[in-house]
């Protein structure tokens, strides 16, 4: 695999299917490794590495959506073709729908889903985040980071110049009244007590595409998907994905 911009969760093989996660503002492709677990042989299990962190520490953060979905576009298009579900959580749910846009308008037929996690399809901005303290109140309040994290200086240093990025990148964002909609169905995921987004919100992605779409609500905060990795992983490999929404994991 040449891209830096994907990192192989599973071993390498002759996999059927492919399942690419895209991760959450400030996160990293190590984020997914788990999920390699929870997938059986013929799955192979892609993340996506977003410049200026882990393995790609040295390169420039991308502040804007558009050169962040062309690029990440670009190296699925040189994968051998397989049938692939997109996964993407909060931030990446937005990326990966972008990617997708542009992969189908690249007459791309192998994405057979598209899964959005924590985050509906709208682009309402946050409210600016102007001091250090504010950025990682707003983190720690979705739950994913434990505490203590940032009382490290050094790791506070190198942290937050990266969600600030990624907050400008999501804040900035939005797409235009012509977007065509998507052919690919789409499955939304999301936890019933996340303070960053309702059921409801993220029951909007239905908007979007022409294909079918479905949504599960799991118990659980922002990071529902950590502790439900399991599930969340059955549900989104799924061959006829959930109809009704369904709370606690259940699918």
């Not at 996660?21 to 997914?32: D, I, R, S, V």
Request: charged share 20%; with cysteine; glycine share 8%.
């Amino acid at each position: 695999m040449q891209s830096p911009y994907l990192v192989r969760h599973t071993p390498p093989g002759r996999p059927r299917r492919r399942l690419v996660c895209f991760p959450h503002a400030g996160g990293t492709a190590n984020f997914y490794r788990s999920w390699s677990k929870h997938v059986d042989p013929t799955v192979e299990v892609l993340a996506v590495q977003y410049p200026g962190r882990e393995n790609r520490w040295a390169e420039p953060l991308i502040p804007a959506m558009d050169p962040l979905a062309s690029a990440v576009s670009e190296a699925l298009s040189a994968l051998p073709p397989l049938p692939t579900v997109l996964f993407g959580h909060s931030m990446g749910a937005a990326v990966a729908y972008e990617v997708l846009i542009r992969l189908e308008r690249a007459g791309a037929p192998h994405i057979t889903r598209l899964c959005v996690s924590g985050r509906g399809p709208g682009s309402a901005s946050r409210t600016a985040l102007r001091t250090d303290d504010e950025v990682v109140e707003a983190v720690m309040s979705l739950g994913g980071t434990h505490a203590g994290f940032f009382d490290d200086p050094e790791l506070r240093e190198l942290f937050l110049p990266i969600v600030r990025n990624d907050y400008h990148l999501i804040d900035s964002y939005g797409r235009h009244a012509d977007t065509p909609l998507l052919r690919t169905d789409v499955h939304a995921l999301t936890g019933a007590q996340d303070p960053r987004v309702t059921p409801e919100e993220v029951n909007q992605w239905r908007t979007t595409t022409s294909g079918s779409f479905s949504l599960t609500v799991f118990d659980g905060d922002h990071f529902y998907l950590v502790p439900a990795a399991e599930r969340v992983v059955s549900t989104v490999l799924a061959e006829t994905p959930p109809v009704t929404p369904s709370h606690g994991g259940t699918h």
